[in-house]
């Protein structure tokens, strides 16, 4: 068999990943024009409902540690806003500390895909980067350094994840810049090292953000998601969304 058409030739896998890369930039292109033009009071409706059906969700009350991401209106992400704040909320009256639920979320560290998870007990533990995007400052209120989540002792149940555009198979379109990707496949790596259940990856997308299966590429590096939430309703996809989930 020549060398020409072996699949596992170096030059022709490089070329597969350029064309790879070159549809992700022209879909992402194509999405973030449709999210600048989607209507406000569509937006506000897709965002409510979204977050109602998260935070009614069996699979996420019974969660005990989570990573969420803190969303950006610039970016025209899925607003999470209500979620971190019924995370975040005040214990109960009579000092119950047990239903509170623990809370990591993302600080970009470098412009290599290197993002850290930091737990934050207040929204007072957030500072403006650059970008105006808030993120966990390295210390808290009373100067205690922040826990990173890949130092935990115990493991996470649930990532609450955004992204450009996704499909019923789990494919999920980032920005480009890898952070999730990279950071997921640690974790779980993680996880499997220490023994611990698998969390499950579920994706907050505007109806419009949904694609049919196959406008999507995918590299081997590119991380899939459990479940998608819309504001129609949760789309399980993998076994384990199907089984934890209750569907």
């Given at each position: 068999?020549s060398q020409?058409?072996?699949s596992?030739?170096?030059?022709e896998?490089e070329?597969?990943l ?20 989607m ?44 979620l ?11 000092g119950?500390?047990k239903t509170?639920?623990?809370l990591?979320?993302?600080r970009?560290?470098?412009k290599?895909?290197?993002?850290r998870?930091?737990?934050i007990?207040?929204?007072?533990d ?5 970008m105006n995007?808030l ?8 100067g205690?350094?922040?826990e990173?989540?890949m130092q ?11 992204g450009?555009?996704?499909?019923r198979?789990?494919?999920?379109l980032?920005?480009?810049?890898g ?6 496949k640690k974790y779980?790596e ?6 611990w259940r698998q969390?499950?990856?579920?994706a907050?997308s505007?109806?419009l953000?949904?694609?049919d299966?196959g406008i999507i ?5 590119d991380m899939?998601v ?11 996809i993998?076994?384990t ?7």
């Amino acid at each position: 068999m020549s060398q020409s058409n072996d699949s596992s030739n170096p030059e022709e896998k490089e070329h597969d990943l350029e064309s790879i890369f070159q549809q992700k930039r022209i879909l992402r292109s194509q999405v973030r024009k449709t999210l600048k033009s989607m209507d406000p009071s569509l937006r506000s409706h897709e965002d409510n409902a979204i977050q109602k059906i998260v935070l009614e969700a069996p699979w996420f009350k019974s969660s005990q540690r989570l990573c969420a991401y803190i969303s950006c209106s610039a970016l025209r992400e899925v607003d999470t806003s209500k979620l971190l704040s019924q995370i975040l909320q005040i214990p109960n009256a009579d000092g119950d500390t047990k239903t509170r639920k623990k809370l990591y979320v993302p600080r970009v560290e470098d412009k290599n895909s290197h993002m850290r998870m930091f737990h934050i007990s207040s929204i007072d533990d957030l500072i403006a980067n650059s970008m105006n995007i808030l993120e966990p400052a390295p210390v808290d209120a009373d100067g205690n350094e922040q826990e990173d989540v890949m130092q935990a002792n115990e493991p996470v149940d649930l990532f609450l994840l955004p992204g450009l555009a996704f499909d019923r198979s789990g494919r999920r379109l980032g920005r480009g810049g890898g952070y999730y990707d990279t950071f997921l496949k640690k974790y779980q790596e993680l996880a499997k090292e220490r023994n611990w259940r698998q969390p499950l990856f579920v994706a907050l997308s505007y109806s419009l953000q949904i694609m049919d299966e196959g406008i999507i590429s995918a590299t081997p590096k590119d991380m899939p998601v459990d479940a998608l939430v819309s504001p129609s309703g949760v789309i399980p996809i993998s076994a384990t969304a199907l089984d934890r989930m209750q569907f």
